[in-house]
């Protein structure tokens, strides 16, 4: 299965070469022609934004000026009606969610979630720029956030991708680590960084994800743009070739599992997908995308797949 993977890459430590890889695959789904979110979700998403908010000037009333630009406090200073003028924008802000905690350093069979989860926020990175977008990232650990404020053009990616493979190999060698907390912070995090109008990609595995956390994510939503992409590995759903008796443990508690059982596994898969289903009512709910992606399989073979 080595040869799955992507170039540089063991699926279990990042490094830069690994992650600059995915900056020669982006053209591949620039839009209009094809859209990396239009391909996995089966529709066209537009790149004009609209009107901008940022402000131009002022200047006085002419026949076809929309009325709800006017600006009555200088038009009742003048006597004259006036109207505000505003720069059409272009340049959307994309703000990345990365979970890099405890439980997402796990993989049975090609590569860690933690990796997958690299690689994709590489690949959206570089994919932005190339739009002309600004790309900023909050990198949660589980016990620290990093944040990254959006900048243009290859700064974004490349201070993304060397926060990733810095935090990443610095919590996979570490001695010990405290339990990881739920992902309230990133999201109050998350609701601070993004300007309004910006589009949120949310990737993790949302084993943290509580209830407490849905009405942050729908205030994040009644500004942005928000996406989730749910990282799984095929072990969480019951999935493995092993039928022996083993110690399991997700960071929080430990217990003994029989993967010879078929009853076992089917209640493993039962509760895999129960949780998949809360998701996706979730995404729905609050007008969210969603999108699956799955550690046996590298991240291109996924995506370009999509279309057969």
Not at 91 to 116: C, H, N, T
Not at 187 to 209: Q, T, Y
Request: charged share 20%; hydrophobic share 35%.
């Amino acid at each position: 299965m080595d040869q799955q993977l992507s170039p540089y890459s063991d699926g279990v430590n990042l490094c830069l070469d690994e992650l600059l890889y995915f900056k020669q695959h982006a053209i591949h789904w620039l839009p209009p022609a094809r859209s990396l979110w239009s391909q996995v979700l089966g529709h066209h998403q537009s790149r004009q934004l609209g009107r901008g908010m940022d402000f131009a000037e002022v200047r006085q009333y002419q026949a076809g000026d929309d009325i709800r630009s006017i600006d009555w406090r200088v038009t009742a200073r003048t006597g004259k009606p006036h109207t505000k003028l505003f720069t059409e924008e272009r340049e959307k802000p994309i703000v990345l969610y990365v979970d890099l905690s405890a439980s997402m350093r796990f993989g049975s069979q090609l590569m860690f979630k933690s990796v997958l989860t690299a690689q994709m926020a590489s690949l959206l990175a570089w994919i932005s720029v190339a739009q002309k977008d600004r790309v900023g990232a909050i990198i949660d650990t589980g016990n620290q956030l990093t944040e990254l404020k959006p900048v243009s053009r290859n700064s974004g990616p490349l201070a993304l991708i060397q926060h990733l493979v810095q935090l990443h190999q610095s919590i996979l060698h570490a001695n010990s680590e405290t339990s990881s907390k739920d992902m309230s912070e990133g999201f109050h995090a998350l609701n601070r960084l993004c300007p309004k109008g910006s589009e949120v990609v949310i990737i993790s595995d949302f084993l943290r994800f509580s209830e407490q956390n849905q009405l942050l994510i729908s205030r994040l939503r009644s500004h942005n743009q928000v996406r989730i992409v749910h990282i799984s590995d095929p072990l969480e759903a019951g999935i493995t070739d092993y039928r022996g008796v083993e110690q399991v443990s997700d960071k929080r508690s430990t217990m003994w599992v029989d993967f010879s059982s078929r009853k076992v596994r089917d209640q493993i898969a039962a509760a895999f997908e129960s949780k998949q289903h809360q998701l996706k009512s979730l995404s729905h709910s609050h007008g969210l995308s969603f999108t699956c992606l799955s550690t046996q399989k590298s991240l291109l073979q996924q995506l370009s797949g999509r279309d057969q």
